[in-house]
């Protein structure tokens, strides 16, 4: 398969106003992301996963190394790829409907294409009989599903996810891993998801990427061969094969953790 | 209808009250009217003309300031907080010029302008500007960045980040201090009205007090409070509800 994103010996500093201090967050990344495939990354905390995502999206400049994205460069954020954030940012003056239409809005699209399409991601995501809610209205889980389908129904071709579901509950975060999973079977787009959650890697990945401790590199790739039809919470959570490879990338991360540990001591 | 009475109840009350005192302590007139004297007064004024001339007048001149001073103010508003330079800059220089009230600027103003509407709608606009300027460029900041990553990452350019993001993002601030402007430039406006006499409520009510017709004073005086409480109820709170409530941005 083509390679969809390239990214070159990325290396990338900032600093932290809150802290005063230079972070050294990323050094000497590289990676090669397939065409349609849904790449997990996980790593210990503060690995700079989510700073890696900034870059690829053009929200933030690497400093050293490059991405390239169908062999172009990424200079500014576009909405060939398209971001949902850890914090739900959608517009709290939007109603659910506007909120999905926006990026369809703003690329020009007629009026009524623009709403068939929201219509069709309001019943794909459950969101029936909220069009007209403001954010407030909706609890948490309902809110990032409006930011998820908001960047889907923009149609990008590359998805950022910047550990969408970190701040719901339980039991919904599974049923929206197992939608997300559903959604990338009928729509074939490269999906970059990060996560510290390996059981939510393992489910939704084809293929997992574990970073190493700050600053940051790629320490293993694992494919993960499980059928994505079998990819639900009440079939894989028992499943042997699942837990080969929980075990597996625990056990990387476990290591990084021990070396970080080491490294600040 | 219970809204409506529950707006009047107080004030019903209140004139009640300030009758029976003015009855039971004999206060003279020319001292304070009763409630009764100042409706004379208030009809009279009317009948003549001179009232509605002057509410007109002044009416004028503050929808004259607060129009064009907010929509400058706002417009400053993101000039400022959009570049971090000109922030820098300014903002030291904005916070001096707004502790200063319009009305120290009236002897400089009449300097410039002599005696005339233009100073007066200059000193009112002056006691505006600043409030919806300084609110404006805090509410743009306060917009949270994670909002205008978003727009980016849909594609959006600058003019949707400043009319879908930062605009209704900053809409609380803006709205606030455009109620505080209009409140302090209502006020400057009556003040400089007296000191420059070219007409309107306080000019009214100044020029009525050389003639002792205290009844009139307190008529012009009503007015001004009445169109005041009139302004916010009907346009400054709707503007609230319908925008900062509706989005869940304030819960009353």
């Keep these: 398969m083509p390679s969809k994103i390239t990214v070159e010996n990325v290396s990338h500093e900032y600093f932290n106003p809150n802290t005063w201090q230079r972070v050294h967050a990323l050094d000497g990344l590289s990676l090669e992301v397939a065409d349609g495939e849904f790449l997990c990354i996980v790593g210990p905390s503060g690995c700079g996963k989510s700073t890696f995502l900034y870059l690829v999206a053009g929200l933030a400049h690497a400093s050293s190394g490059r991405i390239l994205v169908d062999g172009k460069q990424v200079e500014r954020p576009g909405r060939d790829r398209g971001m949902v954030f850890q914090d739900f940012a959608i517009l709290p003056w939007r109603t659910v409907e506007r909120n999905i239409g926006h990026g369809l809005e703003i690329a020009g699209v007629a009026r009524k294409e623009r709403d068939t399409i929201v219509r069709r991601y309001i019943e794909l995501m459950g969101l029936s009989g909220f069009e007209n809610k403001y954010p407030y209205e909706l609890s948490g889980g309902m809110r990032q599903r409006v930011a998820v389908a908001r960047t889907l129904a923009a149609d990008p071709q590359v998805v950022l996810m910047d550990e969408p579901f970190a701040a719901l509950d339980a039991q919904t975060r599974n049923v929206m891993q197992e939608e997300l999973v559903r959604i990338g079977m009928h729509e074939r787009k490269t999906i970059l998801f990060v996560t510290h959650s390996v059981d939510e890697a393992v489910i939704l990945g084809d293929r997992v990427v574990v970073l190493t401790h700050r600053p940051g590199r790629v320490k293993a790739s694992i494919p993960i061969e499980i059928p994505r039809e079998q990819r639900r919470w009440d079939v894989l959570g028992a499943e042997e094969q699942f837990g080969r490879y929980r075990q597996d990338i625990l056990r990387l991360i476990r290591e990084e953790f021990d070396a970080q540990e080491r490294v600040t001591a | ?252």
């Design chain 2, 1 to 252: 209808m219970i809204g409506f009475a529950r707006a009047v109840a107080p004030f019903a009350a209140f004139v009640t009250l300030w009758a029976i005192v003015v009855a039971v302590f004999h206060v003279p007139q020319d001292v304070m009217p009763s409630p009764n004297a100042v409706a004379v007064a208030f009809g009279d004024a009317i009948r003549k003309g001179v009232l509605t001339v002057y509410t007109g007048e002044t009416i004028r001149r503050i929808l004259l300031a607060a129009s064009s001073g907010a929509l400058i103010g706002v417009a400053a508003g993101f000039f400022v907080a959009l570049n971090d330079v000109v922030a820098d800059i300014a903002l030291p220089v904005i916070r001096f010029f707004q502790s200063l009230s319009g009305i120290a600027w009236l002897p400089l103003f009449i300097v410039w302008f002599g005696f005339s509407d233009k100073t007066i709608v200059v000193a009112v606009w002056y006691t505006l500007f600043f409030p919806v300027l300084f609110n404006t460029v805090v509410g743009v900041k306060t917009v949270p960045r994670v909002y205008r990553n978003a727009i980016l990452t849909l594609g959006g350019d600058w003019r949707r980040m400043v009319f879908d993001v930062l605009l209704p993002g900053a809409i609380p601030y803006i709205v606030g201090g455009i109620r505080i402007g209009a409140a302090f430039g209502w006020r400057v406006l009556i003040a400089a009205e007296i000191v420059i006499g070219a007409g309107g409520l306080g000019y009214f009510i100044f020029k009525a007090e050389a003639f002792h017709l205290t009844a009139r004073i307190v008529a012009g005086m009503l007015t001004i409070g009445t169109l005041w409480y009139l302004t916010d109820f009907f346009v400054l709170r709707p503007l609230e509800e319908a925008t900062i409530e509706r989005w869940g941005l304030v819960h009353r």
